[in-house]
């Protein structure tokens, strides 16, 4: 058994008493006594002879169903993986609530010959040869680039023509998408289990399983095939530890079941596409898949002129002064003003204290520093000047001035607003979390993508194509008449070229070269150690042979090997520091 209880990495072993032999296999969830309490676990062995010496305890409780035998495995290798423990990954894996019952008495889905007869009908199309290039072999895994103005979800729907429903895995990046797209395969006759509601139907093995990150764990004892929409996005990614990827658990699961394996991006990062097998539509049809792009020029404007050019004022207008017309605008930078000078001698506001710089404070006129948390009045400390000026705003500044310079009321979206519904206003300003509020407009501006470009981590520019790909989804293709507009002072970055031409190649190829000249994923593996014990730890690893370890700041350690196998053994065979250490495989802050 593997009890519910994070600190301990143990198996146990319990004896079944035989009133509860009908109800428990390998992935039960049960209740355990263990050391004067009883705690949740889980059967991951079972015929396992009990150990020399040692008095067996009887089970006290069976708590239902758990993952299927299968997914204990995956779980193990998962726990692996991420240098995580087990309990983190078997709890995914079972559903929300107690679920009793007999057991599911599939296996997995039919075989070929056996496939049913009702499938839906194939959406036809650009689909079909898409299907046909990404159906190649068993188990292998096939990247389909699809501009965001183009329809993934015929792409699914077509798949399941060719299999039929029973063991497909379709996995969408948010609730309301793997909502609509359930609505929409259902109204087509697909029977679809839409996760984690839905965990007992997607158990019988019977529907197509729909769901976000979570459903990678959704209990199907085989894949049949699977299918991830925009892999490339961020949701897929736990934040907290252990901080597994669904996709990668997804590609695990095919190539142990010899699936299908479908990855859909309209950018897919290096990470993604080396080595699976890479499919295009004609550049003609991916250029109309996207909408028209703009690249605003500001690198001769002068920098006092403020972050809103005549260009971005003047499509905003356009826009706004038709009836209906809607705009977003993307400043990824919350507060009101986050940096400061002196009007009169142009001294940057800093922080008497500590040093750092200071921010003006929401709905005051007092100064703040971000860094330690000290006020003081907005008064210059150089020469007690009164009058400062803003060298970089943020989203809530940008809200009133764009207010007052379009004449139209405009709503702040960030991530920490309360749930607000982006499409019943005219204009929204806001961080890139307005870009998941929004399901429509016709002009996406982002007016400062350099900060993107620019961020201090590998794969910023992936990620700002990324966000740019997001934004062309609100957008909609290029013969809908919208436009995303990117303020910059670097016109010639790569990434601003592939939007403008509709072509991820141009940042894939040279991101791929970097890459593999720095060993960094995928032709490395890297690990963020963080914590007051992250040095014992990292020094600890650095006597393992493959294993390189270098200091990123206080706590905060980067460790280093050729492939991941070396790494995540090292990770397991090391014993932790008694010090608190939190271990991040596969960092996207690096």
Known sequence: MVPDVPAIHRRF???????????????????????????GAWVVEDDVPATAGVSVKSLALSSGHGPPPPLVALAEW??????????????????????RGEWPTTEGPAADSDRPTDVP????????????????DNGAVSVVRLAPGLDATLVVQELVHRTGPAGVLVLAPSHVRAAQLAARLRAAGVPVAL???????????????????????APLSRLRAAVVL????????EERTPTWSAVDVVVERGRRDQATVVLVSAC??????????????????????????????????????????????????????????????ILNRTGRVRLLACAQCGALARCTRCGGAVAQAEATAVLEC?????????????????????????????????????????LEITGTSATVDGDGARLVVGTEAALHRVTRADLVAFLDIDQHLLAPRFGAGEETLALVARAARVVGPRDGGGKVLLQTRIPTHEVLQAALHADPSVVSEPERAVRETLGLPPFG?????????????????????????????????????ADHPVMCDALASVARPAERVRVEVDPTDA
């Open 525 to 561: 593996a890297l690990a963020m150690l963080r914590g007051p014990g992250a040095a014992a730890y990292a020094d600890a690893l650095a006597q393992v042979d493959g294993v390189t370890t270098s200091s990123h700041g206080p706590d905060r350690w980067l460790v280093r090997s």
């Open 78 to 99: 998962a726990a692996w993986r991420w240098a995580g423990p087990l309990s983190s990954f078997l709890g995914t894996a079972s559903p929300a609530r107690v679920v």
């Open 121 to 136: 009908p194939s959406p036809g199309g650009g689909s079909v040869s898409i299907v046909d290039e990404a159906i190649v």
């Open 13 to 39: 072993d319990y004896w079944v008493p035989p009133d509860m032999a009908a109800q428990i296999r390998v992935g039960s969830r049960v209740r355990i006594d263990l050391h004067g309490r009883r705690v």
């Open 230 to 237: 925009d892999a490339h996005d961020e949701a897929y990614r």
């Open 268 to 329: 897919p990062p290096v990470a993604l596409a080396e080595g699976a097998r890479l499919v295009t539509t004609a550049r003609a049809v991916e250029r109309r898949g996207w909408p028209v792009v703009d690249v605003i020029d500001r690198s001769g404007d002068d920098p006092r002129t403020g972050l809103f050019s005549e260009r971005l004022a003047r499509a905003l207008h356009q826009v706004l002064d038709r009836p209906g017309g809607r705009c977003v605008c």
């Open 370 to 410: 971000r860094r330690c948390g000290e006020t003081r009045p907005a008064v210059c400390a150089a020469c007690d000047s009164t009058r400062l000026k803003s060298l970089r705003i943020g989203v809530t500044r940008a809200t009133e001035e764009l207010s007052a310079l379009t004449a139209v009321d405009a």
């Open 195 to 217: 996760m984690p509601g839905d965990w007992e139907q997607a158990a019988a093995g019977e529907s197509m399983v729909v769901g976000t990150r979570t459903a990678a764990w």
